[in-house]
């Protein structure tokens, strides 16, 4: 019995850091397309998830522009936006997406490298525990 309620909170602790990782990541939009694929009851309640969701992401957008702003990487980033525009206003040559990253420009495939190193990090810490879990039960 003990060991079922042990397997029931590590999933319940997985399936939150699973949804708060993409919430942060995607807001809603994952949960409603599955709620689409699935149809039912099960549409209501993804609905209610992706609204969470967004909730969430909204959350970590405002964060994330008051830490710029703090920091004032909001307006060194302006600025080199500006500074671009204008190396670039004299290149005629079509801009190619980078192949690196799958189509994705160099700032988008560094954030998706960080996340995915913050998601694996965190992974590990959860087999970590669950192996001290194991431990601790077997004795």
Known sequence: ????VKRVLCFAIVGGIAFVALALWSGGERFRWFGEKTGGAIQKSTEELGERADA????RDATEKKLKEWTGKAE????G?????RRHADDP???KKSAKAGGQSGDAAA???SF???LRSWWQKIAGL??????????
Do not use: F, V
């Not at 060194?76 to 600025?79: G, P, R, S, V």
């Not at 669950?130 to 004795?139: P, S």
């Open 1 to 4: 019995m003990c060991g079922l």
């Open 56 to 59: 969430i992401k909204g959350k």
């Open 76 to 79: 060194e980033a302006i600025e």
């Open 81 to 85: 936006k500006k500074t671009d525009e």
């Open 93 to 95: 040559s079509p801009k």
């Open 111 to 113: 954030e998706e490298k």
């Open 116 to 118: 995915i190193a913050t």
């Open 130 to 139: 669950a192996k001290d879990l194991k431990k601790e039960d077997a004795r």
